[in-house]
Nanobody
Framework: QVQLVESGGGLVQAGGSLRLSCAAS????????MGWYRQAPGKQRELVAA???????NYADSVKGRFTISRDNAKNTVYLQMNSLKPEDTAVYYC????????????????WGKGTMVTVSS
């Protein structure tokens, strides 16, 4: 069984910072891309940032220059450093990983965490 467990969410004032972490556990052979998505009330889930196994990154325009994604391959962990937070960043943040595990088959599959709430007050 593969699990993605997020941590680091919470309540912060506008302009503040938070750091999210997501650790993948289980019988994992390799991890391709990892990323963070978010879903605000009444809105669709959207990509926030992603990072490949080669450390190439991709960001939503709305977070460029404020958020930084990174990963520790030895720990199967991805991080999201969020600075200069705005009320519109309020959402449930989900971790995603495209990985090959004992259960996925050689092509791998997507796994999701349960989400962590980030609330930014004005």
């Amino acid at each position: 069984q593969v699990q993605l467990v997020e941590s680091g969410g919470g309540l912060v004032q506008a302009g503040g910072s938070l750091r999210l972490s997501c650790a993948a556990s289980g019988t994992i052979f390799s991890i391709n891309a990892m990323g963070w998505y978010r879903q605000a009330p009444g809105k669709q889930r959207e990509l926030v940032a992603a990072i490949t196994s080669g450390a190439s990154t991709n960001y939503a325009d709305s977070v460029k220059g404020r958020f930084t994604i990174s990963r520790d391959n030895a720990k199967n962990t991805v991080y999201l450093q969020m600075n200069s937070l705005k009320p519109e960043d309020t959402a449930v943040y989900y971790c995603n990983a495209d990985l090959v595990s004992l259960y996925s088959g050689p092509r791998g599959m997507d796994y999701w965490g349960k989400g962590t709430m980030v609330t930014v007050s004005s």
